[in-house]
């Protein structure tokens, strides 16, 4: 009899829960908007500052004369073009970066459009369900109106709970390859530095390509991760720290051909990996939990559901 209104009111819930999650979400990313759009002004003007150094050294003639003295000349330009690439490459990262999430701020912003109604649908329905059972029987039909809003809402936190499991075991298995990249390079890097020669150098720096591919992809879908969050109550505080993970992936943008300093920044890295690891690792273990008491309150109260309707007479 009622499982047309059912179907609805169910569909009404879901709609509101999603609005309610794509706020959060849309919270989240406008923070993390504006934080990319200082960095990438701060990285605009190292950037200038670079290019404007490498200029300057290569048209000064008093400049050039005195580091073509010292013997130094084609050193210190070498150095100052690193620098100067590094600081486009990360330019070039962060504009990806702010794009990435302005495209998603757009599109979580047009499907918010959709669920907008939502709200104002469900309290009709649940206004007239509520008329109908109380007409019927009135304690029994709001005990179960009222179990069945619960479960419901069980059932919906238990799907998000769900796709953020899914988000931080996507974003664990890529960190865990990158690592894998970063001990390969560390391997070839020792190699390296006892005399490999080019070979291992060649295998060092393609490792380290994949590594920076990776970490690329594990920024994204961090930012990903995050905004699955956004909706979820813990039981305890819960934060995901990836500031400094942020600042090491600078590291495949400063002074790669240096050998002997490249192969402590290697070690770092993989430091910082594991540190991002072990915290996406912990909360995915909290999440667990959280769904596990999901999916027992969804059966308490399925339970509870049947033994009320076979308790009525």
Not at 127 to 150: F, H, P, V, Y
Not at 171 to 183: G, I, K, M, N
Not at 289 to 304: A, G, M, P, R
Request: hydrophobic letters at 40%.
């Amino acid at each position: 009899m009622h499982s047309e209104i059912n179907i609805k009111l169910k569909q009404a819930q879901q709609g509101i829960a999603r609005l309610h999650k794509i706020d959060s979400m849309l919270q989240q990313l406008k923070v993390e908007q504006i934080e990319l759009a200082r960095r990438r002004c701060e990285l605009k003007k190292i950037l200038r500052k670079e290019n404007d150094d490498v200029y300057k050294l290569e048209n000064s003639s008093l400049t050039s004369l005195f580091y073509t003295v010292l013997g130094r000349f084609e050193e210190k330009v070498d150095k100052e073009r690193q620098e100067a690439l590094a600081a486009k490459l990360k330019y070039d990262q962060s504009e990806k970066d702010l794009a990435d999430v302005q495209m998603r701020i757009a599109e979580l912003s047009a499907e918010r459009a959709q669920y907008l109604h939502c709200p104002q649908v469900f309290e009709e329905l649940y206004a007239q369900k509520k008329t109908e059972l109380m007409r019927e029987n009135g304690k029994t039909a709001q005990t179960i109106l009222e179990l069945e809003d619960a479960q419901n809402l069980a059932r919906i936190n238990l799907q998000e709970i769900l796709e953020a499991i899914e988000a931080g075991e996507a974003v664990l298995e890529c960190l865990q390859s990158a690592e894998h990249s970063l001990d390969k390079a560390g391997g070839w890097g020792t190699l390296d530095l006892l005399g490999g020669g080019l070979i291992s150098t060649l295998a060092k720096h393609s490792h380290i390509d994949d590594a920076q591919s990776k970490i690329e992809d594990a920024q994204r879908l961090l930012r990903s991760f995050r905004t699955e969050l956004a909706d979820i109550q813990f039981d305890t505080a819960i934060q995901l720290e990836t500031g400094g993970f942020a600042k090491f992936a600078d590291f495949f943008f400063d002074g790669l051909i240096v050998d002997w300093f490249m192969q402590s920044k290697i070690r770092n890295s993989q430091e910082s990996v594991s540190t991002v690891s072990s915290e996406v690792a912990d909360i995915l273990e909290q999440l667990q939990h959280l769904k596990d008491k999901e999916n027992s309150l969804i059966k308490k109260l399925e339970e509870e559901i049947k033994e009320t309707i076979l308790k009525n007479k």
